[in-house]
């Protein structure tokens, strides 16, 4: 059986994310099988397995950074908010239910069987699992019913440690406050307290390490600086959505829709010299861009109705209009179409007119379609048209069948018309035949020669792991990592 080392924090986006990645592979790089693990995830960034189910991004990604295939034992619980009561909930990767936020938390103790036994699958086969907690240990109007932070830790017997983020300001009330609000025994459990996000002279803060040891009776295990490390993000905390202006010679414009999902799919673009990716929520912020995305979106006639009354969908009309080249993905791909219905309430029902851009319609049915795909482009017209017959990977998740009576974008659907273009396939753009030629035609259409090239985007993931584990590791103390982990509770 695994052993098990828990990462909390004492808000949301500390850094557990990240933290719990480094580890993953800083274990993995110093020859033990981990894997990660999160009982409970909430978040609209969402990834296939091989095995056609679906778990949070992050939990892929810290798979990704630990060098194993990701599975769903790594995430069996996923909640997707689909309003601000309510989520689909996601058990062991398919669709139990959409519940309003009071039914699930009458429900989830009853998952706890689901979680333990995903747990204790997971660490049948490895030799480290690195749990990652959600939000703070110490919501004490939650805490009873607990199955992510505490209980969790209780469930795996895990030993805990302790994140802070330094850059919001606060970390004595953060990190100390957090120790005065659990129990004695969950108190016992934390095991070692972690500054997260420090700018500036680490040296200067020798003296906040020692008050929080003597103050928190716990060892600070490291104070781990600020680092911009391009690896995917949760969820929309991401600091990459506050981004609204260009700053490159190419401007890519994303439409940040209030119920966005699955924003990672652009950021291979940021890895191009020259190109700028920007997230744009008011008609303000659009000004004209080079290319705009409509990206997926977990409630794609409500976004649609925002996209209309904000403005932005005419805003985005008279940029295609000026030749502007538009791409949407998934839920954005259903909006770029005439027609929306969603007859039996698998988005909260209903039905509007899409932007008409292309000639398909949607109509969203019981079954969420979960599938990894791969395939070639079809003889592609417009801007992009050097596409054709380039191969693309990627997933589809999503609940709406689409019908197009337009031209066949790929080999497995989508559509196109003219310059605007629209397809069910998440990280379609990962595929560097197909990011660079998009790139090459942006670049070409404003008169500027290509002459870029960048890494696969495979070997860069695999790059920023280890820059992102090289610099914890070496402002961390990884003797007292592992033998918190040896030791245990």
């Known amino acids: 059986m695994a052993k098990a080392l828990m990462i909390q924090g004492t808000m949301s986006n500390a850094g557990k994310s990240f933290i719990a990645a480094a580890l993953c592979r800083i274990f993995h790089q110093d020859g033990c099988s981990c894997a990660p693990f999160k009982s409970q995830n909430m978040a609209l960034n969402s990834f296939v397995t091989a095995d056609g189910l679906e778990i949070g991004r992050a939990q892929a990604m810290q798979a990704e950074a630990a060098g194993v ?12 908010p689909t309003s601000n009561v309510g989520s689909q909930v996601i058990v062991n990767g398919r669709v139990r239910a959409d519940m309003k936020a ?73 990190l100390l406050g957090t120790l005065m609000l659990l129990e004695e025994d969950e108190r016992q459990m934390v095991k070692g307290l ?11 803060f020798s003296s906040g390490t020692q008050i929080l040891t003597e103050r928190g009776g ?63 929520e008011r008609v303000s912020q659009l000004g004209g861009p080079d290319m705009i ?21 005419a805003g985005i009309k008279k940029c295609v209009s000026n030749g502007v080249p538009l ?49 070639k482009f079809e003889n592609v017209g417009g801007i992009f048209s050097a596409l054709t017959s380039k191969e693309f990977y990627g997933y589809e998740i999503h609940m709406g069948n689409t019908e197009s009576q337009g031209n066949r974008l790929l080999d497995c659907g989508g559509t196109y018309e003219g310059s605007v273009y629209g397809c069910y396939i998440h990280g379609i753009f990962d595929s560097t035949q197909v990011s660079s030629e998009i790139v ?39 003797p007292l990592v592992y033998r918190i982990l040896e030791e245990g509770i």
């Open 69 to 80: 295939e990701p599975s769903v034992l790594m995430n069996p619980i996923l909640l997707k």
């Open 102 to 174: 009071a039914e699930y938390f009458r429900h989830k103790k009853a998952l706890i069987p689901e979680i333990t036994a995903a747990y204790n699958a997971l660490a049948a086969e490895h030799d480290i699992i690195v749990i990652e907690g959600a939000g703070s240990p110490c919501e004490l109007n939650l805490k009873a019913d607990d199955i992510v932070n505490m209980g969790m830790a209780k469930l795996a017997r895990s030993p805990v440690i302790l994140v802070g983020d330094i850059d919001r300001g606060g970390i004595f009330p953060q």
């Open 194 to 204: 972690l500054v997260n996000k420090f700018r500036g002279d680490i040296g200067l």
């Open 218 to 280: 716990k060892p600070v295990i490291g104070v781990v600086p600020y680092m911009d490390t391009d690896i995917d993000d949760e969820d929309s905390l991401s600091d990459k959505l506050e981004k609204n202006t260009a700053d490159g010679v190419i401007d890519i414009a994303v439409i940040r829709l209030p119920k966005i999902s699955n924003f990672t799919d652009f950021d291979v673009f940021s890895q191009y010299d020259g190109v700028s990716v920007r997230y744009v």
């Open 293 to 313: 995305i409509l990206p997926g979106t977990k409630s794609t006639i409500g976004d649609m109705k925002w996209l209309r009354e904000s403005g932005l969908e």
């Open 327 to 375: 791409f949407g993905i998934c839920g954005g791909y259903q909006m770029l179409g005439k027609k929306i219905t969603d007859p039996l309430g698998a988005e909260g029902g209903g039905s509007i007119d899409g932007m008409g851009l292309l000639n398909c319609v949607t109509s969203f049915c019981a079954e969420k379609k979960r599938c990894r795909t791969q395939g």
């Open 440 to 478: 090459r035609a942006l670049y070409e259409r404003k008169g500027i020669r290509f002459n870029n090239s960048v890494l696969d985007r495979n070997a860069y993931k695999q790059l920023q792991y280890d820059r992102l584990a090289e610099n914890v590791r070496k402002n961390i103390d990884m």
